[in-house]
């Protein structure tokens, strides 16, 4: 390096040699001191902070200082706009703080006190300058306990708030909500987790024991379960939190008295089977109602919890019992939703000599009504009527459309004994000016007896994906005759009609599958993928008898990222 005897005056000499003489300059310094630019990296570093943070000037060097050292007292990165040093070098002025950690070379968390302050290089180049030194510690580093501590610094919880709202809030699912609940707290908190949750029926279910055991979480399941009911008037910590009362501190020795209730009985058993010390216990509110109750322990470590993690605990559960109040409202609406869907499609009726079952799947991420639909019915000319269809749409309105149309479909051909063609061009007329739905695909079939006594399949196809015939000896074709534009194409824009008919003798022993788009349709996939997925995996299955047959093939052929109903309808010819 330059003698220091030899440099220039600050105004006059270049940003580089500027640089050289405040490195050296901060070297006399008995503390840890680097330089950073304006981007945030380490522009310069003296022997004080090698020696602290136990590297070397060459691992320091254009590294960001924020993403290099700046952690939490547990060694978790910290994010950027949660950093108190990052925010003060950057904000240009000096600050300082006495609650950050910085990560040492080998690992361990250095405790520090700091001070930032901008300096300039020469009259175009700015430099900030970060002086820090151990915080209370005999020496110059200090480890990082082998388990969290028991307190958090504000900043900390902010930012564990923050986590939990963003964890629980992503989530509709009430499983998967308690899991991400348990593993927030755990073990940042405690060593135990207890989640009680009341039923619609104001029954307690102890959902969830978890217990950390060498970093891993175990779900203690022999003390989950049935609870019982929540007492009026008992002044115990868990029974007042699942009244919505209070939060609380417990210990074994809150339930070593007489026990006023069954479920004081089940905490003494707690207690006792899980060796906690000290518990903290908070009610999760919902919006209207009280959900249940939280409660994390500590068995492991000795600190006892404190007032100031009741407050914590209670903001925590607060975020839970929202999330799980949307979670809980999500599933009732998706219940009724699919109630609704099942019956607004139709019992299958009974054919002599036919085997026919039918299945529909709801969307799996959707809480709504589809336009997937399924029908069979006896003719009164004694044929026999399928037809499966799918209305454009994953709503009330789609599910009010299919249900138009069913409805219709069924009064038509009960009424005039018309091909199928025929049948659905009157349909096509009708939905344009009737029913509430826009665009749909629909396959009407009718099955008939030909003189020779087999069974014939004669069918039209307004633009549904085509029906599959599987022989017993395993040979699956789809049948693409009939085919024509999805109703409400021709009738809305004026165009030709041309609906067709197609016949097919369906041999002995034969299934004959109907199935909507959600079958053979994937993400990223093509459809011909889907049709071909389908057809071997239906061929595969021949000699299963129909019910196996139809629920091993939904399960092989439905794509696993599938957003769309289905509805599939199978008949079976005798052998």
């Known amino acids: 390096m330059t003698d220091p005897k030899t440099v220039e005056p600050v105004d006059r000499r270049s940003p580089e040699k500027a640089l050289e003489t405040l490195t050296m300059a901060l070297d006399a310094l008995r503390t840890g001191a680097y330089l950073t630019d304006d981007e945030g990296c380490i522009i310069g570093v003296n022997s004080g902070a090698e020696q602290l943070l136990d590297r070397t000037a060459a691992e320091l060097l254009g ?4 993403d290099m050292l700046h952690r939490t007292r547990h060694g978790e990165p910290i994010a950027r706009a949660q950093c108190p040093v990052r925010q003060a070098v950057f904000a240009g002025g000096t600050a300082q703080g006495t609650g950050e950690w910085m990560v040492r070379g080998d690992g361990s968390m250095l405790p520090v006190s700091w001070l930032s302050t901008p300096c300039e290089l020469d009259e175009r180049t700015t430099a900030t300058l970060v002086i820090f030194h151990p915080r209370d510690v005999p020496g110059p580093a200090a480890a990082l306990p082998d388990r969290p501590t028991a307190s958090l610094s504000e900043l900390e919880r902010l930012a564990l708030l923050a986590e939990t709202t963003t964890t629980l809030t992503s989530t509709l699912d009430v499983d998967e909500a308690l899991r991400r609940l348990v593993n927030l707290v755990l073990p940042r908190l405690a060593d135990w ?4 949750l009341i039923t619609e029926r104001d029954e307690v279910w102890r959902r969830a024991v978890v217990h950390v055991e060498d970093e891993a979480l175990v779900h203690r399941e022999e003390l989950q379960g049935p609870m019982p009911p929540v007492p009026e008037g008992s002044p115990m910590p868990l029974s007042r939190a699942l009244r919505g009362v ?3 501190l417990a210990g074994p020795e809150t339930y070593q008295g007489p026990p006023d209730s069954g479920i004081a009985v089940e905490q003494r058993r ?3 089977a899980t060796g906690m010390h000290s518990a903290v216990i908070a009610p999760i509110r919902g919006v209207r109602e009280i959900l249940g109750a939280v409660t994390l322990g500590r068995s492991e470590r000795p600190e006892p ?3 100031a993690d009741v407050a914590l605990l209670e903001d925590i559960a607060r975020r839970a019992g929202l999330a799980l109040a949307n979670a809980g409202l999500y599933q009732r609406q998706r219940k009724v939703a699919e109630t609704m869907q099942r019956h607004l499609l ?6 002599p000599g036919l085997e026919m079952t039918a299945r529909y799947l709801p969307a799996p991420n959707a809480s709504q009504v589809g336009g997937d639909w399924y ?14 269809g799918d209305v454009v749409g994953h709503d009330l309105d789609a599910a009010a459309g299919m249900a138009q149309l069913r409805n219709m479909l069924r009064a038509y051909a009960w009424a005039q004994h018309e091909p199928p063609s025929k049948i659905v061009e009157w349909l096509d007329d009708a939905s344009l000016h009737i029913a509430e739905a826009s665009m749909a695909t629909l396959i009407y079939a009718r099955m008939t007896v030909a003189d020779d006594g087999q069974p014939e399949l004669t069918w039209t196809n307004a633009g549904h994906p085509p029906p599959l015939l599987v022989t017993h000896d395993g040979v699956a074709d789809y049948l693409t005759g009939g085919h024509g534009l999805l109703l409400g194409i021709a009738a809305a824009h004026g165009v030709p009609k041309g609906r067709v008919d197609a016949t097919v003798t369906l041999p002995p022993g034969s299934t004959l599958v109907l199935y909507t788009d959600g079958l053979i349709e994937a993400s990223g996939h093509s459809l011909d993928e889907g049709l071909e997925r389908l057809r071997r995996n239906a061929a595969s299955l021949a000699h299963r008898p129909l019910e196996p047959f139809t629920d091993r093939l939904l399960e092989r052929s439905r794509p696993p990222q599938n957003e769309d109903d289905v509805a599939l309808l199978a008949v079976r010819i005798p052998g």
């Open 63 to 66: 590294q960001d200082a924020h």
């Open 193 to 196: 987790a207890v989640v009680d």
């Open 246 to 248: 209070s939060s609380a």
């Open 270 to 272: 707690l207690f006792d």
């Open 305 to 307: 919890f404190t007032a």
């Open 346 to 351: 139709p019992q299958l009726p009974s054919v």
């Open 375 to 388: 029908d069979a019915f006896a003719l009164s000319d004694g044929a026999t009527a399928l037809a499966i």
